[in-house]
């Protein structure tokens, strides 16, 4: 399974193709090898699981966001107008 | 509060994603061993197995409308103000993906994930909402880059955007995360094409020495002119771009950087921002020569400047110029359709990693080719304005910018995700710095639009 050739050294377990044994030893032996390099909250079934909670946003902070919201809504109405400015003028 | 996962509470097993990104993970552990006695190429390893997505976000935004821009740029004003211009704009963008890499290798999450999960889908929305006419747009540019430097070699235009959308939906196939980052930095290689045409431009050095050190000579008329105030803006979005958020931190995540890989990751952007700057000023100076020629290049796409070039560079450097392009359109092409596809994948739970399978991860992998095939065929329609579509496009990623960077500093110095790796002082001061730059940039825009002729327009 592994991308890289590399010669092998002990440390963590390398995931490997299975043998023939029960699925619950080898779902087993699965987790143990992929935790042992990767952290828990990097697993696809933990992300599915757990979600980072809302962030409380302080009126100042929500002052921001909304100005620089209305920031880009003047600005791509200012493109529009620019945009409109050079069809008119003949820009291919 | 971010939730943690105790080891014994894992349900349902480990996925083909999980296994091979843990794959990738152990060859990094493996190669950071320390023995008695190990080569440079064994101590450079690890940092070889962990660039990637530094290196591909910055010559990434070295497309085709940013290539076009340093070129207009150089056939416009020469080598001057703009050269120095262009380096400290490529030092902006790396104080911001450097923040990427951070937020991503400590949270696992995308960019777009965060905001949604943080702020809620209404200012979510509004991100992606930006988001998605910045990507679709751009994209659009990049088979414009494409098409237009394979023009001049007088391949048709259905080849060459088919051909570039076939190499799009090609580098998919092995569906493993670091075969697609190694084929794309091999493809980003090529940005390099640059550097020789600029050599064979026959540059003074003296002359880009100058530049460097006194911002000389400024742009006639100074500034403040409305044609200089676009370029300006052109070349500050052919640098710091929302999409460049969203790919690396995605990147990052799907590679499986953790918190110890940050100063790699940080060394892996700051390669990719010295590399792209390089090329984007070698672009510069290798238009130069047709401002001393008397060529106006105002509306040039991409095959009339290497068209332009050839009597002053020759056939070969005219041939480097728009292979480059042509290169610039096609990895960029590559990865703002992932990132795309990244971002909904992350607002959308649905599952998206390049070491999934197609048929584990099909929404993924229909959005990635779906938006690259329309922005290819867009191109493809006769008579549409394709040449406004690649000037605006780098102004309007400049004026989104200021929101995503918003959205980026709250979430960098939040201690609920980032820990102990909040930004300090130095990292705030130069992220708002940034922001501020590029809001004032809006405005000086917004005033010329406004008000042309209090500027000479």
């Given at each position: 399974m592994m991308g890289h050739s590399e010669k092998e050294k002990?440390?963590?377990?390398?995931?490997?193709?299975?043998?023939?044994e029960s699925g619950h030893a080898l779902e087993t032996g699965r987790r143990e090898a992929v935790l042992s390099v990767l952290e828990e909250d990097q697993l696809v079934s933990a992300k599915a699981r757990t979600r980072f909670g809302r962030k409380v946003l302080s009126p100042g902070t929500r002052i921001l966001l909304w100005g620089l919201r209305v920031y880009v809504?003047?600005?791509?109405?200012?493109?529009?107008?620019?945009?409109?400015r050079a069809l008119q003028g003949g820009a291919h | 509060m971010k939730a943690t996962v105790p080891r014994g509470s894992i349900g349902n097993g480990i996925t083909h994603e999980d296994i091979d990104r843990a794959a990738d993970r152990l060859a990094v552990e493996q190669a950071r061993r320390t023995d008695a006695q190990r080569t440079l190429f064994q101590r450079l390893r690890p940092l070889w197995l962990l660039i990637g997505p530094g290196i591909l976000v910055f010559i990434g935004e070295n497309d085709a409308p940013s290539m076009l821009s340093y070129a207009a740029t150089g056939a416009k004003y020469g080598i001057g103000f703009f050269v120095p211009f262009i380096l400290v704009t490529f030092?902006?963008?790396?104080?911001?993906?450097?923040?990427?890499?951070?937020?991503?290798?400590?949270?696992?999450?995308?960019?777009?994930?965060?905001?949604?999960?943080?702020?809620?889908?209404?200012?979510?929305?509004?991100?992606?909402?930006?988001l998605v006419i910045g990507y679709f747009l751009t994209l659009v540019t990049e088979f414009i880059g494409v098409r237009a430097g394979l023009g001049f070699f007088g391949v048709p235009p259905l080849i060459a955007v088919g051909g570039a959308m076939l190499l799009v939906f090609g580098v998919l196939l092995s569906h493993r995360y670091w075969t697609w980052e190694r084929i794309t930095l091999g493809l980003a290689f090529?940005?390099?094409?640059?550097?020789?045409?600029?050599?064979?431009?026959?540059?003074?050095?003296?002359?880009?020495?100058?530049?460097?050190?006194?911002?000389?000579?400024?742009?006639?008329?100074?500034?403040?002119?409305?044609?200089?105030?676009?370029?300006?803006?052109?070349?500050?979005g052919a640098t710091v771009t929302p999409w460049m958020l969203f790919f690396q931190q995605s990147a990052v995540v799907d590679k499986g950087l953790q918190a110890r890989d940050i100063k790699a990751g940080r060394a892996d952007t700051m390669l990719g921002t010295l590399l792209a700057a390089t090329?984007?000023?070698?672009?510069?100076?290798?238009?130069?020569?047709?401002?001393?020629h008397g060529i106006k290049a105002d509306d040039f796409q991409a095959a009339q400047f290497?068209?332009?070039?050839?009597?002053?560079?020759?056939?070969?450097?005219?041939?480097?110029?728009?292979?480059?392009?042509?290169?610039?359109?096609?990895?960029a092409a590559m990865t703002i359709s992932t990132s795309s596809a990244y971002a909904f994948g992350e607002v959308l739970h649905m599952p998206h990693s390049l070491n999934q399978p197609f048929w584990e991860a099909w929404p993924f992998?229909?959005?990635?080719?779906?938006?690259?095939?329309?922005?290819?065929?867009l191109v493809l329609i006769p008579n549409a304005?394709?040449?406004?579509?690649?000037?605006?496009?780098?102004?309007?990623?400049?004026?989104?910018?200021?929101?995503?960077?918003?959205?980026?500093?709250?979430?960098?110095?939040?201690?609920?995700?980032?820990?102990?790796?909040?930004?300090?002082?130095?990292?705030?001061?130069?992220?708002?710095?940034?922001?501020?730059?590029?809001?004032?940039?809006?405005?000086?825009?917004?005033?010329?639009?406004?008000?042309?002729?209090?500027?000479?327009?």
């Open positions: 002990p440390g963590p377990m390398v995931p490997t193709s299975p043998p023939a809504l003047l600005m791509f109405v200012l493109i529009t107008i620019q945009v409109l | 030092l902006a963008g790396f104080v911001v993906q450097e923040m990427t890499v951070r937020l991503g290798a400590v949270t696992h999450r995308g960019h777009a994930e965060l905001i949604f999960d943080r702020f809620g889908p209404f200012w979510g929305r509004f991100a992606m909402v930006d090529f940005n390099a094409l640059f550097v020789p045409a600029a050599l064979l431009a026959h540059p003074r050095w003296g002359v880009i020495g100058h530049a460097l050190l006194t911002w000389s000579p400024l742009p006639p008329g100074g500034i403040f002119k409305p044609d200089t105030i676009m370029l300006i803006m052109a070349n500050i090329f984007g000023i070698a672009a510069l100076v290798a238009t130069a020569p047709l401002l001393t290497a068209q332009a070039l050839q009597p002053v560079i020759g056939r070969v450097g005219a041939t480097l110029f728009a292979l480059g392009i042509f290169e610039a359109g096609l990895l992998y229909l959005i990635l080719l779906g938006s690259a095939f329309a922005a290819g065929a304005p394709l040449t406004y579509i690649v000037l605006m496009v780098n102004v309007i990623a400049v004026l989104a910018m200021p929101p995503a960077l918003l959205f980026l500093i709250i979430l960098v110095n939040d201690p609920e995700i980032m820990g102990s790796h909040v930004n300090g002082r130095w990292a705030n001061i130069g992220v708002i710095t940034v922001t501020a730059l590029l809001i004032f940039a809006g405005l000086a825009y917004g005033i010329i639009t406004v008000f042309p002729s209090l500027f000479g327009g």
